[in-house]
């Protein structure tokens, strides 16, 4: 392979199951990285790819939107930006940026800029990105012919020491992995967000659905359980047997 060749060579990288196309030049460009490490000349008979030109990393796919980014333009994009998507596929935290970051040996400060900490841009993304999480753990419950979507959001999260963690106290926001990840994100700011837009974020969902009943309560306990909301989002509509027996073999 020749050296021109080389630099222009398009390849796939499988971050995580999260597959991305882009140039080798497009990577060595900053060999001071890890993969601008990686992907000069020099070590290319260390590599072994897949299917020609598709290599494998086991990390976070989604963060990686980012990481790759940074080598077309230079520039890390935080989340919480204007520019960044709030869907449940494409938003990651800043912690899990960081991580990577790190990881990729990717120069950037991580100083924070603290005349952008309370910009209301930025905390209304987090809010309609929380909002669009509870939308959609609602659609997957009744997925699972659940009628009731309940999820706790606690006040602050006991976990720097393990021993101090109350028995009751789950590790995780909802027992199905779908929904615990979507709202893994909100997992400190939920019970803020609540105390603060509980009644607009019910009229919002209500407006989409309005068989929907909302309950909220505040549970507040004593030391060291920390205080949660209790939220339960019933349907007056029960599942309609009849109709689901039409559309399956068992009713034919």
């Given at each position: 392979?020749?050296?021109?060749?080389?630099?222009?060579?398009?390849i796939i990288l499988n971050v995580?199951?999260?597959?991305?196309?882009?140039?080798?030049?497009?990577?060595?460009?900053?060999?001071?990285?890890?993969?601008?490490?990686?992907?000069?000349?020099?070590?290319?008979?260390?590599?072994?790819?897949?299917?020609?030109?598709?290599?494998?990393?086991?990390?976070?796919?989604?963060?990686?939107?980012?990481?790759?980014?940074?080598?077309?333009?230079?520039?890390?994009?935080?989340?919480?930006?204007?520019?960044?998507?709030?869907?449940?596929?494409?938003?990651?935290?800043?912690?899990?940026?960081?991580?990577?970051?790190?990881?990729?040996?990717?120069?950037?400060?991580?100083?924070?800029?603290?005349?952008?900490?309370?910009?209301?841009?930025?905390?209304?993304?987090?809010?309609?990105?929380?909002?669009?999480?509870?939308?959609?753990?609602?659609?997957?419950?009744?997925?699972?012919?659940?009628?009731?979507?309940?999820?706790?959001?606690?006040?602050?999260?006991?976990?720097?020491?393990?021993?101090?963690?109350?028995?009751?106290?789950?590790?995780?926001?909802?027992?199905?992995?779908?929904?615990?990840?979507?709202?893994?994100?909100?997992?400190?700011?939920?019970?803020?967000?609540?105390?603060?837009?509980?009644?607009?974020?019910?009229?919002?969902?209500?407006?989409?659905?309005?068989?929907?009943?909302?309950?909220?309560?505040?549970?507040?306990?004593?030391?060291?359980?920390?205080?949660?909301?209790?939220?339960?989002?019933?349907?007056?509509?029960?599942?309609?047997?009849?109709?689901?027996?039409?559309?399956?073999?068992?009713?034919?």
């Open positions: 392979m020749t050296e021109f060749s080389s630099r222009n060579e398009r995580g199951g999260f597959k991305y196309e882009t140039y080798r030049s497009t990577l060595t460009a900053y060999p001071d990285t890890l993969l601008g490490t990686m992907f000069q000349a020099r070590n290319h008979s260390l590599l072994h790819p897949t299917n020609d030109n598709e290599y494998f990393v086991d990390r976070n796919g989604r963060a990686f939107h980012y990481i790759l980014e940074f080598y077309r333009t230079g520039e890390v994009i935080w989340p919480n930006d204007d520019s960044v998507q709030t869907c449940c596929c494409t938003q990651i935290s800043r912690r899990e940026l960081i991580k990577e970051l790190d990881y990729f040996q990717i120069p950037v400060s991580k100083d924070i800029d603290l005349k952008n900490v309370d910009n209301p841009k930025s905390l209304a993304i987090k809010l309609d990105g929380f909002v669009t999480a509870l939308g959609e753990a609602i659609c997957i419950a009744r997925q699972d012919y659940q009628i009731i979507l309940q999820v706790k959001f606690y006040e602050r999260l006991p976990i720097h020491n393990m021993k101090d963690i109350p028995k009751n106290l789950p590790t995780q926001i909802h027992s199905h992995p779908q929904i615990d990840r979507l709202f893994k994100p909100y997992i400190s700011s939920g019970y803020y967000i609540l105390d603060m837009f509980s009644k607009h974020i019910e009229s919002h969902i209500k407006s989409l659905m309005p068989d929907l009943r909302w309950c909220l309560d505040k549970r507040f306990k004593y030391e060291p359980e920390p205080t949660y909301y209790d939220l339960k989002i019933i349907g007056n509509s029960l599942l309609d047997k009849d109709e689901i027996l039409k559309y399956s073999y068992l009713g034919k």
